[in-house]
């Protein structure tokens, strides 16, 4: 399902202090509002939080489009100094999107975390396309 969208970066994120999935989620929107506002687009993604077992702290995942021209260096810096570690590479569709994903969406109920998904409609191939879902 996840292969139908126009996919730019895959993002991991991951904090230097142990916010709560909360205070992770809030951050990963802080950056997406600052990408939107600064890069004048609109930014589609998909992204999931996950515990790391080793530490009470949250990191993240996520697949984001609409970002054609925008500077992942630049981002993965906006992160780094405001929060900790970031990796965004460029999207390898020949991978498929689940590849990058699935681990995280189908761990067992006792790894808990959480899928935040918008802005869904701008990347969509099939829409993109003319054709019907």
Request: net charge positive; no cysteine; hydrophobic share 40%.
């Amino acid at each position: 399902m996840l292969d139908r969208y126009e996919w730019d970066w895959f993002a991991t994120l991951t904090p230097r202090d142990l916010p709560s999935n909360l205070q992770m989620v809030t951050r990963f929107n802080k950056l997406i509002r600052a990408i939107q506002q600064e890069e004048k687009k609109l930014v589609g993604y998909y992204m999931v939080t996950e515990q790391f077992k080793s530490r009470k702290s949250w990191h993240m995942h996520a697949l984001l489009g609409n970002l054609i021209g925008a500077s992942r260096s630049r981002w993965w810096h906006w992160w780094f100094f405001r929060y900790g570690a970031a990796r965004i590479l460029p999207y390898q569709s020949g991978l498929g999107a689940s590849s990058y994903l699935t681990k995280y969406v189908s761990k067992e109920a006792s790894n808990y975390g959480s899928v935040h998904i918008k802005n869904l409609g701008i990347l969509d191939k099939v829409n993109s396309q003319g054709l019907t879902n």
